[in-house]
């Protein structure tokens, strides 16, 4: 790719802060222009290439620019097929995916549905378990989050992400179950789930005693990659099935193979949700997102109608649909397990030699590494964070950022990724935590 005549970072910095909504943000303090990619790899518009450890923002699962989807991509176009028909009309694709995805389905989980992003797939969530159950409460944790939208934002467990005049209707918020920093003080080990006796106490004390919905995160994406143990999902479904609520597990960053040797972490983890949403990785980059749900939620919603424009349009459906055949022919799940132990043994190992790494967690090619200041205070290092961000990328490897501190280093590299290129990412970070200890 020719970059002679790509318009400067500086023009383009520029063109954002005249166009652009000024909520709109940029990695490093001299942001990148990305114009090309493939497999693991980004370039940038000098020509510098980068690992790609994050992942396109945990949205590249099958790796950047896979030959099978551009294949499939190319082959639509040179034969014209129609790119945009809604649900209005009949055409295959969305049914094809609609039976893959169905395949890899959480028993139980027998109906699917299509939106354009997240945020959807998880309105789409809120309004199915409210028309079952005739209730309107949802529950949501904090440190959560669950897209952009609106009801999305009214579950939103972080005030950076939050608007003056965001509605709160039909929400409240349970404590987490974030172990580095226990509301609760307790101890992994040691603890009686005081964060899932929680759940009840909040149902019991913020509500009239019945609920439509709780969503969690199987693990907490924006807040820092915050793994839950696996014994709070049982604990919490009970409390939620008892209460009459639905559960619903919002895989948008979990799913697609990154946290389970399954497709879906729900399935992984044996957890009892009655819904699951999904969502990047799902269309590896493309603008898709899913709803998986019981068929008696799903029959709630008849004699209503539920339209999405672009959702079951053939590219995007073909998109997943491919995407999903490579994970699964490809055995990119049991790949992201087996990089992702990797991973995680290289960055204990770091965590012994240096001292600013309070915590490193995750499941899968989903790893968080929590800075802090000292270990005893916890104090977060929210400056070092970005700094040694902006290392790692002059070395060329790209990482993402996160936690309600904004102290988290995030970790999802596409499921491909190879011994040789975790080696790589632990080494540099390694050799940029050196740096910034001398910058100290």
Not at 30 to 43: H, S
Not at 210 to 220: F, N, R, S, T
Not at 252 to 258: H, N
Not at 355 to 366: A, T
Request: net charge negative; with cysteine; charged share 20%.
């Amino acid at each position: 790719m020719t970059t002679t005549n790509l318009p400067t970072n500086q023009e383009l910095i520029a063109k954002r802060q005249q166009h652009f909504l000024p909520t709109a943000v940029l990695y490093h303090d001299q942001p990148l222009q990305l114009v090309k990619a493939q497999g693991e790899y980004v370039w940038d518009s000098e020509g510098k290439r980068y690992l790609d450890a994050i992942g396109g923002i945990v949205c590249i699962s099958a790796g950047h620019n896979h030959p099978k989807i551009k294949k499939a991509l190319m082959g639509m176009l040179e034969n014209d097929v129609i790119q945009h028909t809604s649900t209005l009309y009949l055409t295959r694709y969305p049914v094809e995916l609609a039976e893959t995805l169905l395949e890899e389905a959480p028993e139980g989980l027998d109906r699917a549905a299509f939106t354009n992003s997240g945020s959807e797939a998880n309105e789409l969530a809120f309004m199915a378990a409210r028309q079952a159950t005739g209730e309107t409460m949802v529950l949501n944790l904090r440190h959560g989050y669950h897209g952009g939208t609106s009801g999305t934002l009214s579950q939103c467990g972080h005030h950076t992400w939050r608007f003056r005049a965001q509605p709160n209707a039909s929400a409240v918020s349970a404590l987490e179950p974030y172990c580095y920093r226990c509301p609760f003080k307790q101890h992994p080990d040691s603890c009686n789930l005081e964060c899932a006796q929680n759940v009840e106490t909040t149902i019991q004390t913020a509500t009239h005693g019945k609920i439509a919905a709780m969503v969690v995160e199987p693990v907490m994406g924006v807040g820092g990659f915050i793994t839950p143990p696996e014994r709070y999902f049982s604990e919490v479904t009970r409390i939620v099935h008892e209460y009459g609520g639905k559960f619903i597990s919002d895989e948008v960053q979990t799913g697609a193979g990154r946290c389970s040797h399954e497709l879906l972490l729900t399935k992984g983890l044996g957890i009892d949700a009655d819904i699951v949403t999904m969502a990047k990785g799902f269309g590896n980059g493309a603008a898709i997102g899913g709803v998986l749900m019981r068929s008696e939620i799903a029959d709630e919603l008849s004699g209503k109608v539920y339209f999405n424009t672009f959702a079951c349009d053939p590219y995007q459906t073909v998109q997943a649909k491919v995407t999903l055949d490579i994970i699964k022919q490809e055995q990119l799940a049991d790949n992201a397990m087996a990089m992702g132990k990797r991973l995680m043994d290289g960055l204990q190992g770091l965590m012994q030699q240096h001292q600013i790494i309070g915590d490193v967690r995750g499941r899968g090619l989903l790893m968080g590494i929590e800075l802090v200041k000292d270990r005893k205070s916890k104090a977060p290092a929210a400056a070092e964070t970005a700094r040694l961000m902006d290392i790692c990328k002059d070395r060329g490897l790209l990482l993402g950022k996160g936690g309600l501190l904004v102290n988290v280093i995030r970790l999802a590299p596409p499921l491909a990724v190879n011994a040789a290129q975790i080696d790589t990412i632990i080494e540099t970070i390694d050799s940029a935590l050196h740096q910034l200890a001398k910058e100290a």
